[in-house]
C-alpha cells in the first residue's frame, strides 16, 4: 500500500510564496515521475509541474518562472516552491507518483489533495 500526502497549502496573500511537500509512504520499490497538478473549483485539473527521477522538470506556462518542482530521492519526497503567488493559483494541488508494485508494473498514486488560496 502506498501513501502521497501533501502538505504545506494554506492561506496567502499575493505575491507571496508557498512551499508544498508531497510525502509517499508505504511499500515503495523506486518512485518514477513525479507531478504536481491543480483543479480549481469548476474547472479541470491540470499539470503545474511534473518531474522524473533524474531530475528533468517541466512547467505550466502559467507557473513558469514562478516554481520550482524538485524532489528528494532519498526521503521519497516531492515539493513544490511556487513564488509571486497569484489569485489565479488558487485551486486544490495535488501530486502523483509512478511507481513499480511487486508485479513490477507502473502505477500511478495520488495525494488526497490540499487546498492553497491566494488571497488578500
Known amino acids: 500500500q502506498v501513501q502521497l500526502v501533501e502538505s504545506g497549502g494554506g492561506l496567502v496573500q499575493p505575491g507571496g510564496s508557498l512551499r508544498l511537500s508531497c510525502a509517499a509512504s508505504?511499500?515503495?520499490?523506486?518512485?518514477?515521475?513525479m507531478g504536481w497538478y491543480r483543479q480549481a473549483p469548476g474547472k479541470q485539473r491540470e499539470l503545474v509541474a511534473h518531474?522524473?527521477?533524474?531530475?528533468?522538470?517541466n512547467y505550466a506556462t502559467s507557473v513558469k518562472g514562478r516554481s520550482t518542482i524538485s524532489r528528494d530521492n532519498a526521503k521519497n519526497t516531492l515539493y513544490l516552491q511556487m513564488n509571486s503567488l497569484k489569485p489565479e493559483d488558487t485551486a486544490v494541488y495535488y501530486c502523483?507518483?509512478?511507481?513499480?508494485?511487486?508485479?513490477?508494473?507502473?502505477?500511478?498514486?495520488w495525494g488526497q489533495g490540499i487546498q492553497v488560496t491566494v488571497s488578500s
Open positions: 508505504g511499500t515503495i520499490f523506486s518512485i518514477y515521475a
Open positions: 518531474i522524473t527521477r533524474e531530475g528533468s522538470t
Open positions: 502523483n507518483g509512478v511507481m513499480p508494485d511487486n508485479m513490477n508494473i507502473p502505477r500511478t498514486y
